[in-house]
């Protein structure tokens, strides 16, 4: 069934293995073989998988109902939402009950009226008291995806805008015996509810009073649908509130509500006690708010950058950033800031000297950056020639296409090649194509695609045999895309054979139960030790790859490049940026939620997964059925909101 899965159902066997596992006579083997047939995302199993709706452990029906949101897709949702709903009438088991009430949710819907008649029947779900919280909790996620469906927009209302309201608040006295599950509860009762476009300015500051500093937060989050002052008012108060993801979230709506009178409070958050926040408020001052005073400001923390604690790895933060937003203000202010950033040791201080050369229009040092020992400082600086010299410096992207090895950078210089006049480019982003070809990683996909899409604007049908050279290519994205070129030029379709990507190493069934039981140490080299574990059952292909690469040391220095407040930290990269990581790709293994604190495997796409690891920084429920989370930090939640861009990992653990 692991294998079945993993292909795709283009084994051997097929999906042969899921179908058999259906009729197992154990219960886990059941849940295992149609949690498989969902993950294939094919509409035409829902009527393999509607049956086990009916099974006699409510694990497989709860299971199954997942498995029919997951693969039913448009065509095949009228189908698993009849079969739902005759169920969910008949249901006794909570837990089941509440899968079913998501995967209703999930369901793409036709119209306003379709809409309505599942928002009724959720809403009935958790009309009394009495409700278990795993009803409550199923429901409310089904409410979330019901209402982001393009069709619900301010269609829930009545019963369903009610049902929200009445859980964005809910007593934690009668909730039952879990806090976090109550908390859990009103948190995605409140996104919903903003979602719906039926919160009154009353509901946003009723959920501002809650204690759950994450509930508070989505109150903030739902300011923009407001009108007037109200708006304004609330968000300035959000940014005294006691935890700095609220005043964060303050500060992010203050930019989209355009309200110029809290210019002061941003200046004050400037010095706000913590980074994130901070950082933010210097990224608002470099929009304009502030004035005279706020170039003085930035001026005066970017020139810190010379002190020696900006030396440190925790020291270059603010100045950097500073420096950036001061480009953005008074270029010619900023521009003696740039030897600083450019002669430290940190990559990610280089990038910033490059995003002020680009604002400051300074030529000499952009040319000197595109030759930086780091691929994603040459990056910025060909993306900052690009914007500032145009085509005079092709030459520049066309060496990167020589020379990088890095799938950021050749994206970046064939983004810059577009509209080049110089007739050597085609061929300059063929052989750089071969090049990259060659080297057989899957990961190396964007970079491939990208150069393709370049040769497809510059190139014409001499070159048309060359590329399709690539129509047979281990990678069948790849391949797909070279046909379309080739068919465009010469009128004809090349043949080219179906392939599969290749299939992953499996872990044994003893290695999946030792892993499901093992603990995680993720050890910072400030000294922050983050304990976690593993979902070994639910995602067992990437939970072993983790510890695999983890007990050989792969991510031992290696950093978290991408740190985005309120949303999630993301890292394991060996060259810093999204494109770089280990290997093949792995399949995606689609079922646990993102709640704060899970580790997901990051990707671009379907089944991409290269080793890098995000983890969730709040309950980002919208990433469900999207993302594999194959694990969770189980202790010492809250220093993930200290770590900044950059931190780096001494080692990970899995004893």
Same mark, same amino acid.
């Given at each position: 069934?692991?294998?079945?899965?993993?292909?795709?159902?283009?084994?051997?066997?097929?999906?042969?293995?899921?179908?058999?596992?259906?009729?197992?006579?154990?219960?886990?083997?059941?849940?295992?073989?149609?949690?498989?047939?969902?993950?294939?995302?094919?509409?035409?199993?829902?009527?393999?998988?509607?049956?086990?709706?009916?099974?006699?452990?409510?694990?497989?029906?709860?299971?199954?109902?997942?498995?029919?949101?997951?693969?039913?897709?448009?065509?095949?949702?009228?189908?698993?939402?009849?079969?739902?709903?005759?169920?969910?009438?008949?249901?006794?088991?909570?837990?089941?009950?509440?899968?079913?009430?998501?995967?209703?949710?999930?369901?793409?819907?036709?119209?306003?009226?379709?809409?309505?008649?599942?928002?009724?029947?959720?809403?009935?779900?958790?009309?009394?008291?009495?409700?278990?919280?795993?009803?409550?909790?199923?429901?409310?996620?089904?409410?979330?995806?019901?209402?982001?469906?393009?069709?619900?927009?301010?269609?829930?209302?009545?019963?369903?805008?009610?049902?929200?309201?009445?859980?964005?608040?809910?007593?934690?006295?009668?909730?039952?015996?879990?806090?976090?599950?109550?908390?859990?509860?009103?948190?995605?009762?409140?996104?919903?509810?903003?979602?719906?476009?039926?919160?009154?300015?009353?509901?946003?500051?009723?959920?501002?009073?809650?204690?759950?500093?994450?509930?508070?937060?989505?109150?903030?989050?739902?300011?923009?649908?407001?009108?007037?002052?109200?708006?304004?008012?609330?968000?300035?108060?959000?940014?005294?509130?006691?935890?700095?993801?609220?005043?964060?979230?303050?500060?992010?709506?203050?930019?989209?509500?355009?309200?110029?009178? $809290?210019?002061?409070?941003?200046?004050?958050?400037? %010095? !706000? #006690? +913590? &980074?994130? =926040?901070?950082?933010? /408020?210097?990224?608002? *001052?470099?929009?304009?708010?502030?004035?005279?005073?706020?170039?003085?400001?930035?001026?005066?923390?970017?020139?810190?950058?010379?002190?020696?604690?900006?030396?440190?790895?925790?020291?270059?933060?603010?100045?950097?950033?500073?420096?950036?937003?001061?480009?953005?203000?008074?270029?010619?202010?900023?521009?003696?800031?740039?030897?600083?950033?450019?002669?430290?040791?940190?990559?990610?201080?280089?990038?910033?000297?490059?995003?002020?050369?680009?604002?400051?229009? $300074?030529?000499?040092?952009?040319?000197?950056?595109? %030759? !930086? #020992? +780091? &691929?994603? =400082?040459?990056?910025? /600086?060909?993306?900052? *020639?690009?914007?500032?010299?145009?085509?005079?410096?092709?030459?520049?992207?066309?060496?990167?296409?020589?020379?990088?090895?890095?799938?950021?950078?050749?994206?970046?210089?064939?983004?810059?090649?577009?509209?080049?006049?110089?007739?050597?480019?085609?061929?300059?982003?063929?052989?750089?194509?071969?090049?990259?070809?060659?080297?057989?990683?899957?990961?190396?996909?964007?970079?491939?695609?990208?150069?393709?899409?370049?040769?497809?604007?510059?190139?014409?049908? $001499?070159?048309?045999?060359?590329?399709?050279?690539?129509? !047979?290519?281990?990678?069948?994205?790849?391949?797909?895309?070279?046909?379309?070129?080739?068919?465009?030029?010469?009128?004809?379709?090349?043949?080219?054979?179906?392939?599969?990507?290749?299939?992953?190493?499996?872990?044994?069934?003893?290695?999946?139960e030792r892993l499901d039981h093992a603990r995680v140490t993720i050890e910072m080299e400030d000294g922050t030790r983050l304990r976690a574990r593993l979902f070994a059952l639910e995602a067992p292909t990437n939970s072993w790859r983790f510890a695999r690469l983890a007990r050989d040391g792969y991510y031992d220095g290696l950093t978290f490049h991408r740190v985005v407040p309120n949303f999630v930290i993301q890292g394991g990269s060996p060259r810093e940026n999204e494109f770089s990581g280990d290997g093949p790709f792995s399949r995606d293994e689609l079922g646990r939620p993102n709640w704060r604190g899970t580790i997901g495997l990051s990707t671009r796409g379907r089944d991409t997964g290269d080793a890098q690891i995000y983890i969730n920084l709040i309950d980002n429920i919208r990433l469900d059925h999207q993302y594999t989370v194959f694990g969770e930090v189980t202790s010492d939640l809250g220093a993930l909101g200290g770590i900044l861009e950059g931190a780096v990992i001494r080692r990970i653990t899995v004893d």
């Open positions: 069934m692991l294998e079945a899965e993993d292909t795709r159902g283009a084994g051997p066997a097929g999906i042969t293995p899921l179908l058999d596992g259906l009729t197992h006579d154990e219960p886990v083997i059941r849940r295992i073989a149609v949690r498989g047939l969902g993950r294939l995302e094919r509409d035409s199993l829902v009527e393999r998988i509607a049956p086990l709706l009916a099974d006699g452990s409510p694990a497989v029906r709860a299971e199954a109902a997942n498995a029919l949101a997951q693969a039913a897709g448009v065509r095949g949702a009228p189908a698993a939402r009849a079969a739902l709903r005759a169920r969910i009438a008949r249901e006794s088991d909570p837990v089941a009950i509440g899968a079913m009430a998501e995967s209703l949710g999930r369901l793409p819907h036709d119209d306003s009226t379709d809409v309505q008649r599942t928002a009724v029947l959720l809403a009935g779900l958790v009309d009394r008291p009495s409700t278990p919280d795993a009803v409550r909790l199923g429901t409310v996620r089904g409410f979330y995806f019901l209402v982001r469906q393009p069709v619900s927009r301010a269609v829930v209302v009545g019963s369903g805008a009610s049902a929200l309201r009445g859980l964005s608040t809910l007593d934690t006295t009668t909730a039952g015996p879990d806090p976090l599950i109550a908390s859990r509860i009103r948190r995605v009762a409140a996104a919903a509810l903003v979602a719906t476009g039926n919160a009154t300015r009353r509901d946003l500051a009723t959920i501002f009073r809650d204690p759950d500093p994450f509930v508070r937060r989505e109150a903030v989050a739902g300011l923009p649908g407001l009108a007037g002052d109200s708006a304004v008012d609330l968000a300035l108060a959000a940014l005294t509130d006691s935890s700095p993801l609220v005043r964060y979230e303050a500060l992010r709506i203050n930019a989209r509500l355009g309200a110029g009178r $809290s210019c002061t409070a941003v200046m004050a958050a400037v %010095s !706000d #006690a +913590d &980074a994130h =926040v901070a950082l933010l /408020a210097i990224e608002r *001052l470099g929009t304009g708010c502030g004035g005279e005073g706020a170039v003085a400001l930035l001026d005066s923390i970017a020139l810190t950058l010379t002190a020696p604690e900006a030396a440190r790895s925790a020291g270059w933060h603010r100045p950097a950033a500073a420096a950036v937003a001061l480009a953005r203000l008074d270029p010619a202010r900023a521009e003696p800031l740039i030897a600083a950033l450019e002669r430290s040791g940190s990559p990610f201080v280089r990038m910033r000297a490059a995003r002020v050369a680009t604002f400051t229009s $300074s030529n000499r040092v952009l040319h000197r950056l595109a %030759s !930086d #020992a +780091d &691929a994603n =400082v040459r990056s910025e /600086a060909v993306r900052g *020639l690009a914007r500032v010299e145009g085509h005079i410096a092709d030459s520049v992207y066309i060496a990167q296409l020589r020379e990088a090895d890095d799938s950021q950078l050749l994206q970046a210089a064939a983004t810059a090649l577009a509209g080049s006049t110089d007739t050597s480019v085609a061929g300059e982003l063929l052989d750089a194509l071969d090049r990259t070809t060659a080297r057989g990683r899957e990961t190396e996909r964007d970079a491939r695609i990208a150069l393709i899409d370049r040769i497809a604007e510059l190139g014409d049908s $001499s070159d048309a045999d060359r590329l399709a050279q690539r129509v !047979d290519d281990f990678d069948p994205r790849v391949a797909e895309r070279a046909a379309d070129v080739v068919e465009r030029w010469t009128g004809e379709r090349p043949d080219r054979p179906r392939r599969a990507l290749r299939p992953a190493l499996l872990p044994a069934l003893a290695e999946i």
